[in-house]
């Protein structure tokens, strides 16, 4: 069974810090892909990436896949406060696309 | 495009009560899953259906926990009786080839 494992847990920083929180797995990702969760909502998809090494930018945030597949990162730069939520790296997988969550990172981004 | 509807959005029963949750999927997705996720967790996989069908419902407890997609379209997925570490929010999601979407969810609460 695939475990993906997040850190932090939890931040909580001002607005403008900078902010970078990992993923590993325990096995190489098929298809990896990053949510944001905000309170009382379903995930929404913010990026897929699928190369290893492969680099992607959506504004503020930055996503990095490792070179070996097993791992990412995601940087957040001069976070806001609309960047608090719940942020959850998954992998998609097989035909079926059936998706295996990280354990999640809870960001707060305060004034 | 209308979203995933989900009701209730709130439920709070007793243990050992039974307790049923409804899902309108994305019109036309073929391909529907139930997530549970307690709370400080990422959503674990229940059952994903395709159509009518059960694809993978390796992680339902199958003893409490039933699902069932009528004519491929809205499903409902069924606790009975309900235990304390039911407590979760129930997430039903819908996906095409071009991605998830997922419900807001109904947060069950058991006491």
Redesign the interface.
């Given at each position: 069974t695939q475990l993906?494992e997040q850190s932090p847990q939890f931040l909580s920083i001002q607005e403008g810090e900078n902010l970078t929180v990992y993923c590993n797995s325990s096995s190489v990702f098929s298809s990896l892909q990053w949510y944001r969760q905000e309170p009382?909502?379903?995930?929404?998809?913010l990026v897929?990436v699928v190369t290893g090494g492969e680099v992607k930018k959506l504004k503020r945030l930055t996503f990095q896949f490792g070179d070996a597949r097993k791992d990412s990162s995601l940087h957040i730069t001069a976070a806001q406060p609309g960047d608090t939520g719940l942020y959850?790296c998954?992998d998609r997988t097989g035909t079926?696309?059936?998706?295996?969550?990280?354990?999640?990172t809870?960001l707060q981004v305060t004034l | 495009e209308a979203g995933v509807a989900q009701s209730p959005r709130y439920k709070i029963i007793e243990k050992r009560q039974s307790v049923a949750f409804w899902c309108n999927p994305i019109s036309g997705h073929a391909t529907l899953y139930w997530y549970q996720q307690i709370l400080g967790q990422g959503p674990k996989l229940l059952i994903q259906f395709q159509n009518n069908g059960v694809v993978d419902d390796s992680q339902l407890p199958k003893d409490r926990f039933s699902a069932e997609r009528l004519k491929g379209v809205d499903s409902t997925l069924k606790i009975q009786p309900a235990k304390l570490e039911d407590s979760a929010v129930y997430l039903c999601a819908s996906s095409s080839n071009y991605g998830y979407t997922f419900g807001s969810g109904t947060r069950l609460t058991v006491v």
């Open positions: 993906l009382g909502e379903g995930p929404v998809l897929t959850l998954a079926a696309s059936k998706l295996t969550f990280g354990t999640g809870r | -």
